[in-house]
Structure formats: C-alpha cells, structure tokens
C-alpha cells in the first residue's frame, strides 16, 4: 500500500555536496556559513537582518526576550497554532492571552484582539496560519493604538507576500522554523528577521548566553575578554545546519511554484464538495505549509485516510485547551469558540513539493470517496 505523509522535506545532490563542504571546512559552528543563511533568509523576504538560532522555538524565546516581557506582562496569542507560539510567553515568565481566529481563515481575528487588549499587553504575536499571512495593516494600525510590539510566528509562511511586501517585513519580527515539514530544512533550525539594530543586537546576545562578543570575533580580535551582561542560552545554529539553509534557500522559489500547484489542483478538485478549504484573503500570496480543509464527520474521514495510508493530519488542538494551560492558566472551552468549532472539522492532507501528481489524484479520490461514503 501507498504510504503519503502530510509533509516531507526534499534534500537534492547540491543540499548534500553544501554539507560536506561545511564539514570540511574550519568552523562547524558560529563560522561565515551562519552568516550567508542570515543574508540569504533576509535578502529573500526583504528584512534587514536575520539571526539564526537553533529552532523556530528557540527564535520565538529569543523574540520576547529582545522586547524584554517578563512577569506581569500580557501578550496576545491565537489558540489556532503550534503551542510553542504560547510556550515562549510562559518562558518569560508573562501570561499568553487568547485571542479567537477568523471563521473563513483561522486567522486571528483582529476585533477578537482588541477585546483583549489591557493595560497590561506588551505585545501580541499573530500566526500566519498554513502558510497565508494574517490582516497585518489591522493588526500594526491596532498595535501602535496601544504601543504594542508586534510578532510574526511566520514558521508556515516563508516566501509569502501580504499587498506585496514579503513575511519577515510585516511585524516588529519574524519568526521562522526550518524542521522538516517546513519550506526550507537546516534538520532544526530557526531564525528571526527584524529591521531594527536594537532588536538585532539582543536576538545576537540572547542566543550566545548573553555574552557581548562570540569566540570567533574575540579570536580574529586577539582579545580573551568578555562580558556577560544578560541571561541567555546557547541556541546556536552549527554551520553544518547553515550550509543546507542556505542551499535550500536557492531551492525556495521553486518549492513555492510546487506548493501553489498542488493548492491549485486541490481546489478545483474540491470545488463544490462537502470537502471545504479554508478561505485565501485577496491581498496576500500563500506560501502553503498546510493545505487545511472542512470535512464533516472529521475523526472518521482522518481514519479512513490513514487506513488508505494517507497521512492526514490536525492543525492543531486549540493551544487553550491543552492540560498545561487548563492547569496553569484555568483555560477551557468556551474560550475562543471559533477555534474551538473549527479544531472538530479540520484535517491537513498532504502537501509537499515532491508529492507526485498521481498521489495527489489517490489523496483526492480518497478522501471524496469518504465524504460520500
Ligand atoms: C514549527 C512551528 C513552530 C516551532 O518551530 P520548531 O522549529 O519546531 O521549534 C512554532 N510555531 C509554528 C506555528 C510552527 O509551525
């Protein structure tokens, strides 16, 4: 039987001949490839820098940490998300508030925001959701009302445009992972983009324990001393992993093309069928992580799919209502109610650039034949 998973990443001959010279060559890690990825991922989506750390995990951490949040601190969040997008308010010490998603999209809703607006809220991180970036002209006139920071959790969305201007330009920073099932692969990988000097500055301290200067710069300078000023970590990306971003990244445009092809045909495909995908906002160009649709009776359809070796996925169980948070933040159902509705209908069906148009004809056969069924 046919085995689809809903994605993969896709490694050529030049991604492995990039990693072998990076292994041959003086620094495995905090050396010049680190840097060529950084201008790569920032050339490509039009930011000023990019600073790579370990994973998108850690580029979220290192995120709020560079707009000093800390205890007493709100930060608005969706629920419709990977949890790691709440996760790094907790590490801060702050609270993560929940702000309820658009029906059509599951993109968080900008009225639903200013809800929850109080005059504790820093900053709010909104979630280019399957890979379509959010309202972020709503989103930046209703931050700078309140003087809020805004974050782009952009882990599904690189290489997408909102009015023309790329993800990793569209908020105070950018977010991205490069796992596996994402656009771009380092194994793990993360990186935040930003156009402000200061931000930069403390992304760099952040990742590097808080120390003021990195060994390599201290060793080209001749110098032993150094500083540490903040609490940081060691979230550093190696050159090994660098070497493949950068690699991956000449790839990109093409993964895109491919991405956008296999959306195109799943739509007319499922063009007035029970089968129903999310809605795509005028004003942006989607970068399809995920291709996420409606189905009625969605537990059944995800097993016939599995069974059929179709790799169906959910994104996600609404962040709100994992244990964690119902213990720690009393959250629950009723919370963010679209989210909520929404989390019992959806499924993601496969969607990688090296998906064979004879596995996206099987996925589609499938899985009307199951709606109907
Ligand atoms: C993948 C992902 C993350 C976390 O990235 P890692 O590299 O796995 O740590 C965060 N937010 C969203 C929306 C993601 O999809």
Not at 150 to 162: F, I, K, P, S
Not at 196 to 223: P, V, W, Y
Request: charged share 25%.
């Amino acid at each position: 039987m046919r085995k689809i998973p809903y994605g993969r990443q896709h490694i050529s001959e030049d991604d492995i001949r990039a990693v072998a010279e990076a292994l041959k060559s003086d620094y495995l890690t905090t050396g010049p490839q680190v840097a060529e990825f950084e201008s790569s991922v920032a050339a490509c989506c039009g930011a000023g820098h990019g600073v790579a750390v370990a994973n998108g995990t850690a580029a979220l951490h290192a995120a709020m940490f560079a707009l000093n949040i800390g205890p007493g601190d709100e930060v608005i969040v969706p629920p419709m998300t990977f949890a790691a997008t709440a996760n790094c308010v907790l590490y801060m010490g702050a609270t993560p508030v929940f702000a309820d998603v658009c029906p059509d999209t599951l993109l968080i809703d900008p009225d639903k925001v200013r809800k929850r607006v109080t005059d504790r809220t820093r900053a709010i991180i909104a979630v280019d959701y399957a890979g379509q970036p959010c309202d972020w002209n709503t989103l930046r006139a209703l931050a700078d009302k309140h003087g809020l920071s805004l974050v782009a959790d952009g882990c599904h969305a690189l290489g997408g445009t909102y009015r023309g201007a790329g993800v990793g330009t569209l908020a105070d920073m950018t977010v991205f992972s490069f796992h596996p099932v994402k656009h771009v692969a380092t194994g793990e990988g993360g990186m935040i983009m930003t156009d402000r000097d200061d931000l930069d500055q403390r992304l760099r301290l952040f990742r590097n324990h808080g120390i003021t200067t990195d060994a390599r710069s201290r060793e080209e300078t001749g110098q032993w001393f150094y500083e540490m000023t903040e609490l940081g970590y060691n979230y550093r990306l190696t050159d090994i992993q660098a070497a493949l971003g950068t690699s991956q990244m000449r790839r990109l445009p093409d993964f895109l093309k491919r991405r956008r092809e296999i959306a195109a045909f799943y739509d007319e495909r499922f063009a007035g069928t029970p089968v129903r995908p999310l809605a795509v906002r005028e004003d942006v160009e989607h970068a399809y992580h995920l291709y996420v649709v409606r189905v009625p009776d969605r537990d059944r359809v995800f097993n016939e799919l599995r069974a059929a070796g179709i790799g169906a996925q959910v994104h996600y169980i609404p962040v709100h209502l994992h244990p964690y948070y119902r213990n720690t933040l009393g959250t629950g159902e009723g919370l963010c109610p679209v989210a909520e509705e929404a989390y019992r209908h959806i499924l993601s069906i496969p969607m990688f650039p090296s998906l064979e148009r004879d596995d996206m004809r099987y996925v589609v056969s499938t899985l009307l034949e199951t709606v109907h069924g």
